[in-house]
């Protein structure tokens, strides 16, 4: 079974411009959570989508936005990039979301603002 | 959800269990102790979890207090490639719009050869 992938692997982008990252959860899964973990601090709680609503977000700026597909799959937009937006993005994704089923979580993408 | 406490660092020799505990005691009845860990420049992995009974998988045994107040991961025959932050989480596990992950700072777990 695949796990949750994410697209890419590595971004780098330039202060105030966009950037989208990829999430595809485990097959069947109908639940996407976003975090961020910026270097030296734990994971930060972004968003939540399940069957294709946004649930829940985090203390993030309203220039962090995403969406999720029919097919389950999700992006996340940063708009107007900032210096401190440097991190690694971890996407997770569960079993329908309102239970207590784990997240299992992809290997990020790392982005890089210049 | 229920704030957790965990010691900061750990060693364990190659081969030995390790038992790594964890603190909830503000933990309510429909919150569940999750565990995972995160090897250095990967997602954080999912070990086991549970609610009230102890529990066991292919990774590991999970040993929860009959107050639920603390828990205990065990790591039965820990090798070099158990080496990485371990997390002990409390989580809602009922109908809620509050399903994020607060992850601490974890325990960072070295296992010496």
């Known amino acids: 079974e695949a796990g949750v992938t994410q697209s890419p692997t590595h971004l780098i982008k330039t202060r105030g411009h966009h950037a989208t990252l990829r999430c595809s959860p485990i097959?069947?899964?109908?639940?996407v959570y976003w975090y961020q973990q910026a270097l030296g601090l734990g994971l930060q709680f972004l968003l939540w989508y399940d069957e294709g609503e946004e649930r829940n977000r985090g203390n993030f700026p309203p220039r962090f936005s995403g969406r999720q597909f029919p097919n389950y799959s999700s992006e996340l937009n940063v708009n107007a990039l900032e210096l401190e937006d440097s991190a690694l993005y971890l996407c997770a994704s569960s079993l329908q979301g309102y239970s207590n089923q784990p997240q299992h979580f992809g290997d990020g993408t790392r982005l890089s603002i210049l | 959800d229920a704030k957790t406490t965990q010691p900061p660092s750990m060693d364990c020799a190659e081969g030995r269990a390790a038992n790594l505990p964890c603190n909830h005691s503000t933990i309510s009845g429909n919150e569940y102790v999750y565990w995972y860990r995160q090897i250095h420049s990967q997602g954080p992995q999912y070990i086991i979890h549970g609610l009230k009974n102890n529990e066991t998988n292919e990774m590991a045994s999970l040993i929860i207090t009959e107050d639920r107040k603390s828990s205990t991961l065990i790591l039965p025959h820990a090798t070099l490639r158990d080496t990485a932050v371990y997390y002990c989480?409390?989580?809602?596990?009922?109908?809620?719009?509050?399903?994020?992950?607060?992850f601490g700072a974890g325990t960072t777990v070295t296992v010496r050869a």
């Open positions: 989480i409390v989580r809602v596990g009922g109908h809620s719009n509050d399903y994020k992950l607060s």
């Open positions: 097959s069947g899964h109908t639940s």
